[in-house]
T-cell receptor
Framework: GAVVSQHPSRVICKSGTSVKIECRSL??????MFWYRQFPKQSLMLMAT?????????EQGVEKDKFLINHASLTLSTLTVTSAHPEDSSFYIC?????????????FGDGTRLSIL | DAKTTQPPSMDCAEGRAANLPCNHS???????VYWYRQIHSQGPQYIIH???NNETNEMASLIITEDRKSSTLILPHATLRDTAVYYC????????????FGKGTTLSVSS
């Protein structure tokens, strides 16, 4: 089945650091990728949608200058949390689907647990 | 996308069938019913989806009522590894929009 790889799986860093998370589709071309955030004991919250070669669309309340998304190729999207602070600590999950897939579901990565000290 | 309603939690004995209900009374004719699950500290895993016919795969069966206002996910022989949060999501299948997750049902399988 389709595989989405996310890296790193866990990050611990100091406040003020910028952190980059990579999301790769391993065996299909992902024309659209999605980024979610999940706080403890809560459901996944959609942060943004990115289409290859164009700017990401952010959900209301998500700061685009803080969460930089790049989707430069059909197999790679990156999320950079700039100047991270403790309140940015969360579980970040990417997802990918391919154009024309229609009924095909989104495929999810295994998430990145970000801890800001 | 239509809203779904699921019970917050359910228990099931190992080896028994787990039947997880989902209400989606405002579903439109072109909206599919998707089921995903999330095991602790992992990304969501696709289980099954359907439009109006019942569906079965190696993981589960999906029963959709004739009026499409509700559905049931059936895990025929639950194991401890099926303990997870199960999400029922309704979405237009041909759209490129993201899956929107509700609170889901926490299924606890015990021996």
């Amino acid at each position: 089945g389709a595989v989405v790889s996310q890296h790193p799986s866990r990050v611990i860093c100091k406040s003020g650091t910028s952190v980059k998370i990579e999301c790769r589709s391993l065996d299909f071309q992902a024309t659209t990728m999605f980024w979610y955030r999940q706080f403890p004991k809560q459901s996944l919250m959609l942060m943004a949608t990115s289409n290859e070669g164009s700017k990401a669309t952010y959900e209301q309340g998500v700061e685009k200058d803080k969460f930089l998304i790049n989707h430069a190729s059909l197999t790679l999207s990156t999320l950079t949390v700039t100047s991270a602070h403790p309140e940015d600590s969360s579980f970040y999950i990417c997802s990918a689907r391919t154009q024309g897939a229609g009924r095909q579901p989104q495929h999810f990565g295994d998430g990145t647990r970000l801890s800001i000290l | 996308d239509a809203k779904t309603t699921q019970p917050p939690s359910m228990d099931c004995a190992e080896g028994r069938a787990a039947n997880l209900p989902c209400n989606h009374s405002t579903i439109s004719g072109n909206e599919y019913v998707y089921w995903y699950r999330q095991i602790h500290s992992q990304g969501p895993q696709y289980i099954i989806h359907g439009l109006k016919n019942n569906e079965t795969n190696e993981m589960a069966s999906l029963i959709i009522t004739e009026d499409r206002k509700s559905s049931t996910l059936i895990l025929p022989h639950a194991t401890l590894r099926d303990t997870a949060v199960y999400y029922c999501i309704v979405r237009v299948g041909e759209a490129g929009t993201a899956l929107i997750f509700g609170k889901g049902t926490t299924l606890s399988v015990s021996s």
